[in-house]
């Protein structure tokens, strides 16, 4: 049996607009959407078939229970979602012409998770543990549960740690964002972070001295995700690029989610992450790739995850 694969983090409302082009003031059509990092990745996971729970927090409103139904439509575990006296929190997406998007975040509910008693925790032994840090790191008592859980987990857990960064949550505080995540890469055993991410919290041009540079901090296995550039794993012993998939982008929105969600729901499937081959390891990440790329064909980070079935049976072409 597979490993159950725990999300802590933010659940949120995204509203993306379907009018899409370089002019910001002029949008009127908004469709809501279900997202947020880490309820993203739960998602995936369980819409693969994998074992997912999701922690936070939402609005005790319709929204709120709008995304407690939708995690449970994919089969997520939400005995762990708190419901608060505040509104759930929403983000506003706008797309480019190239499936690129920017967010507007007006942040509620995910604030307010607090980590509950130790008994809570029994049946979260010998799991992986996610940790998306889009909001997570801000101003709220969930700041403080993600750091007391990930110091709780870390000895008997795998823990995976996605940055998630938004300029829009953190102008003229990127020093302060580089610090958590920095204090946070000391508790990973795994991260996830785009190439921009990459150079913006190590100062590194250069793709795999920029990977070094987190490793140093004792985490084994990093992906840097690259957009049409395709995926560099890297791992102490050894590290390579791996191509990416052709795709018709129409939406952008959680293709990282997408992928770091399909390659927990295949590492979940392991005793141990330690006894991988760089080889699985790489096959693995093929398979994150075309579930991210077709995730990229639709709008909606959680409306566009696809089944096992059908990424195995599809024919993927390599990018150019």
């Not at 507007?104 to 130790?118: C, L, P, S, Y």
């Not at 793709?207 to 140093?216: A, D, F, P, R």
């Amino acid at each position: 049996m597979s490993k159950k694969v725990i999300c802590i983090g933010e659940a949120l409302i995204d509203f993306v607009c379907t009018d899409v082009g370089e002019n910001k003031t002029d949008k009127e059509v908004y469709l809501r959407k279900p997202g947020g990092a880490p309820a993203n990745v739960s998602a995936c996971i369980g819409r693969l078939g994998g074992q997912a729970e999701f922690l936070g927090a939402v609005g005790k409103d319709a929204f709120g229970d709008y995304l407690i139904d939708t995690l449970k439509k994919y089969y997520v575990g939400v005995s762990g979602v708190q419901k608060v006296s505040v509104p759930t929190t929403l983000a506003f997406v706008t797309l480019q012409d190239d499936g690129e998007r920017e967010f507007i975040f007006n942040r509620g509910a995910d604030a307010e998770f607090t980590v509950e008693k130790q008994s809570d925790w029994d049946k979260f032994s010998n799991a992986i543990f996610h940790f998306g840090s889009a909001t997570a790191f801000l101003e709220g008592s969930l700041q403080n549960a993600y750091f007391a859980m990930a110091e709780r987990c870390r000895d008997n857990n795998l823990v995976c740690f996605d940055p998630n960064y938004r300029v829009d949550l953190w102008k003229n505080r990127l020093e302060i964002f580089k610090a958590k995540c920095n204090a946070f890469f000391k508790l990973a055993d795994m991260v996830k972070v785009s190439e921009e991410e990459l150079q913006l919290l190590t100062g590194e041009p250069d793709l795999q001295m920029g990977c070094n540079v987190i490793h140093e901090f004792g985490v084994d296995i990093i992906f840097v995700t690259m957009g049409n550039k395709g995926c560099h794993l890297s791992t102490h012993e050894e590290a390579r690029t791996v191509a990416a998939f052709k795709i018709n982008a129409i939406d952008t929105t959680g293709a990282g989610d997408a992928f770091i969600g399909a390659m927990l729901y295949k590492l979940s499937s392991f005793d141990s992450v330690d006894d991988l081959t760089f080889n699985e390891l790489q096959t693995a990440v093929i398979f994150a790739q075309k579930v991210s790329a077709t995730v990229c064909e639709k709008m909606g980070a959680m409306t566009a995850l696809p089944t096992e079935s059908e990424v195995q049976t599809r024919e993927f072409e390599a990018a150019d």
